[in-house]
């Protein structure tokens, strides 16, 4: 039930195939909100304990013979399951939508990559070391009460709280280093920092300035090595009506919603306009999914023709 009720909301990872728009709006919303959650962990509870009374059980004593599995414990036991997963999202980059479908607000912090490898480390630490340990008191004091592992999963969740809550501490440290510095003559007026999988002292910084969006790698195990005139330059776009139309659409308000760090560009296309308007927490040539970003087509009197959502992994025609 655990690993079942762990892994059912990522079942909202199907709206990948509903394309952008329908992965933006449904992946990380449906079965990872609060509602979401609890009808899930009702569900997949039922669904057990129906399970448990009509596959057939294998005969036992009297004394050994296991009562049915009952609801309640069966539902602590599946929202533990997503608790977990849900937590383990919202101390990634991109988020979840809590309060779904009553507010579309996403909740989260950059803490970890979505595949943090140091997170796994510590959980496979945790399984496989209690049963060394154990291997080796069995040899040592046979015939003593063996133990549950209790307090080793309850030692590795606290070494894994005690890990984000460092990485917390660092990336408050990364966006002060940001801050205090200028990026060629600019000055920083705001800043964000991403993680790195590799190493928790390194972040991707993302710095606004009055005209300009600034990229830089911060190690923060290395500051002296910090040079803000490193910097990969990204200009904003000048204030057009183009701009403004896109800016203004509803495509735009759910995209700003979604963003982090949003980043427009305008070109002519002909006689036309193309707005288009990414998320800069994703790095250049990230192919993840949740790596969406927001196309507005004007005509040359800045009236909307089309606006859609797309993959930035997508063919960019």
Not at 97 to 120: C, K, V
Not at 242 to 257: D, N, T, V, Y
Request: glycine share 6%.
């Amino acid at each position: 039930m655990l690993v079942v009720s762990g892994l059912a909301p990522d079942l909202d990872y199907a709206s990948y195939f509903g394309g952008a728009s329908a992965f933006m709006r449904f992946h990380r919303t449906t079965l990872h909100s609060l509602a979401g959650s609890v009808v899930m962990a009702c569900a997949i509870a039922g669904a057990f304990c129906v399970l448990d009374r009509r596959l057939p059980q294998k005969k036992a004593a009297p004394a050994n013979e296991s009562a049915p599995l009952r609801f309640q414990p069966a539902f602590l036991v599946c929202a533990a399951g997503i608790a977990g997963h849900i937590l383990l999202d919202l101390a990634s980059g991109v988020g979840v939508q809590l309060l779904w479908p009553f507010r579309e607000h996403w909740s989260g912090w950059a803490l970890a990559t979505n595949f943090d490898p140091w997170i796994l480390a510590l959980l496979v630490a945790g399984l496989f070391l209690p049963l060394l340990f154990k291997l080796v008191n069995e040899e040592v004091t046979s015939g003593q009460k063996k133990r549950s592992g209790r307090g080793s999963a309850v030692f590795t969740l606290l070494v894994i709280a005690a890990y984000l809550g460092a990485r917390a501490h660092l990336r408050s440290e990364a966006i002060d280093l940001l801050l205090s510095r200028e990026y060629h003559g600019r000055v920083a007026l705001s800043a964000d920092a991403f993680p790195e999988p590799s190493t928790p002292f390194a972040w991707r910084g993302v710095v606004g300035t009055d005209n300009t969006l600034e990229e830089i790698e911060v190690p923060l195990n290395r500051p002296d090595e910090f040079d803000s005139n490193n910097s990969v330059t990204t200009y904003k776009p000048d204030d057009s009506p183009a701009l403004e139309a896109a800016e203004k659409s509803a495509a735009a308000a759910e995209f700003l919603a979604y963003a982090r760090v949003p980043i427009a560009s305008v070109r002519r296309v002909e006689a036309d306009y193309r707005v288009e308007i990414h998320d800069a927490r994703f790095p250049s040539g990230d192919d993840d999914p949740a790596n969406v970003f927001l196309r507005v087509d004007l005509d040359s009197n800045s009236q909307i023709r089309r606006e859609e959502f797309l993959f930035a992994s997508s063919p960019n025609p």
